[in-house]
Each structure stands twice: as C-alpha cells, then as structure tokens.
C-alpha cells in the first residue's frame, strides 16, 4: 500500500477474503446485490452501495468494523469507511 494512507488501512497485515460470494443480508430477504465487500474486522460479506440494500456501509457504522475490501474477482483494493481512503493492495 502506499504511503499517506489513513490509520485503519495501515492496520490492515493480510486481507481477509471472502468465504462465500453472496450478501450474508441479501440472501437472508431474497434481495439482489451489485458488488460484494468483505468487512476486514469480522470477514462478513456483503453488498456495496450501489446495491439496493448497501449492507457494507451500514454494517461499518453500525459495528464500527471500518475497513472493507471488494470482494469481487480481479480487484484488489481496500476502503475505509470513517476517513473514505482507498488503498490498493
């Protein structure tokens, strides 16, 4: 990562990827997702903001879990949600 990155991004040693590729949220109502992020705190999977439901971004304010990485194939990046900093890895 590179240098000039907020505090909760350079915590981050070793990305957490995801187990399974599906909102954890989203399966449970039968609602459909855009993009998946994995939370690096606690490795729930769930749904970005461009999805109806935007189950990440609740899920950091309301755990106060604050870095998610995409979950999505091919993309290697890193955002945390209190400073709104993007990292790649």
């Known amino acids: ?46 749904c970005c903001d461009s999805s109806p439901n935007r189950h990440a971004s609740g899920h950091a304010r309301a755990s106060g879990h604050p870095v998610t990485a995409s979950a999505e194939p091919g993309e290697r990046w890193l955002y945390c949600y209190p400073d709104q900093a993007l990292a790649e890895y």
Not at 8 to 18: D, G, K, N, W, Y
Not at 30 to 45: D, I, M, S
Request: charged content about 25%.
């Open 1 to 46: 990562m590179s240098e000039g990155i907020c505090s909760h991004l350079e915590a981050i040693t070793s990305v957490r990827q995801p187990e399974r590729r599906e909102c954890e949220e989203c399966v449970k109502t039968g609602a459909r997702w855009v993009h998946l992020r994995t939370c690096q705190q606690c490795g729930a999977t769930l």
